[in-house]
């Protein structure tokens, strides 16, 4: 069984929902430390031909050691609307808008009142508009013991899985380490191949949030990423 371990982001790149589609198992990583201003919390969008951050605000005062399941969206930002107001400034010219931009800001409108809720709420939307049926954990749910690199080996042990798909650039840091030591499990890396698509505007913007191809190019969406996902 092939195994894929993430922090849950925030309305994730391409890439995240190729690794989702690839493995056997998603495990979303939720009781780790919170890093402000991470991908846990924003993400690119293109907007007038550049890239730029949408970010949740979230409750920081006297929270510095927060887990990423305790973290509350501050509700008094009114973040939702200037949200709206900015993916429909950006995006109401794509081919694929209308089908799609009701669902994303209703989402974006729910009240939700943490922001591991909203993030789960997006990546679940999108696996079940790509078609992506992986099964989808809890880190919380799973009791675990250990702390920081543990983790992920615990998780993998628990699970009984002969592979983690683990991303490129932790390529140097997990090959150092005997991180498998004494188990049957293998480490793989993936990484997204250099691509383009039909992303409107004068320049072509890389690594953007997923709303960017989806909006571009709809139902193609997940044919793409698998085209480009590489598993080394």
């Not at 081919?95 to 931009?101: A, G, I, K, R, V």
Request: hydrophobic share 35%; net charge positive; with cysteine.
């Amino acid at each position: 069984m092939k195994i894929g371990i993430s922090q849950p982001t925030f309305i994730p790149w391409y890439g995240y929902f190729g690794l989702l589609d690839y493995v056997d198992e998603f495990v979303l990583l939720t009781d780790v430390q919170f890093e402000p201003r991470s991908w846990q919390q924003r993400n690119l969008i293109k907007v007038n031909n550049e890239k730029k951050f949408l970010t949740v605000p979230v409750l920081k005062k006297k929270k510095s050691e927060q887990k990423i399941y305790e973290v509350k969206i501050n509700k008094e930002d009114n973040y939702a609307n200037k949200f709206i107001k900015t993916i429909e400034q950006s995006y109401q010219k794509t081919p694929f808008y209308l089908n799609y931009s009701k669902d994303i800001f209703d989402i974006i409108l729910k009240n939700n009142e943490n922001l591991l809720d909203l993030n789960i709420n997006f990546i679940k939307y999108f696996c079940n508009i790509l078609n992506i049926e992986t099964k989808i954990t809890n880190s919380n749910d799973l009791k675990l013991k250990s702390k920081k690199d543990d983790l992920i080996r615990e998780i993998c042990i628990i699970k009984n899985c002969n592979e983690y798909i683990s991303t490129i650039g932790a390529k140097e840091y997990l090959g150092n380490k005997i991180f498998f030591d004494k188990t049957s499990i293998k480490i793989k890396y993936f990484r997204m191949s250099d691509f383009v698509y039909g992303q409107q505007g004068e320049k072509f913007i890389e690594k953007l949030s997923i709303l960017d191809i989806f909006f571009n190019e709809g139902p193609n969406t997940l044919n793409i990423i698998r085209k480009n996902f590489i598993v080394l």
